[in-house]
């Protein structure tokens, strides 16, 4: 997971520092010719990074936020000692979540 969140983050700026390049290049003195070649390569990239990273996120961000966040709190705890199973349950489902035999 690890891996996919930093490649996903990775693509996210390259695809910001693309957008600015183009914020830049849209405000010197460049002639429109050279203008527009450089706005259509940067758009080219941008949907190119963007369509590679949509994978990622639609993955790592497939839980919804309350029942990630209730996860990593019962693997919080459990790094601290165990968790009785009784408290080991998802916040939105009341399911349990499974955690470590105690």
Not at 58 to 67: C, D, I, M, V, W
Not at 77 to 90: D, F, I, L, N, S
């Amino acid at each position: 997971m690890e891996a996919f969140t930093r490649r996903r983050y990775d693509l996210i700026g390259h695809d910001h520092d693309l957008v600015v390049l183009h914020d830049i290049a849209a405000s010197s003195v460049l002639d429109v010719t050279a203008a527009e070649a450089l706005a259509a390569l940067v758009e080219r990239r941008c949907q190119e990074l963007r369509r590679e990273a949509m994978p990622i996120g639609l993955r790592l961000y497939a839980e919804r936020p309350g029942t990630v966040i209730d996860r990593l709190d019962v693997y919080w705890r459990a790094w601290e000692g165990p968790v009785p199973p009784e408290e080991a349950k998802h916040t939105e489902t009341d399911r349990p979540i499974n955690p470590a035999p105690m």
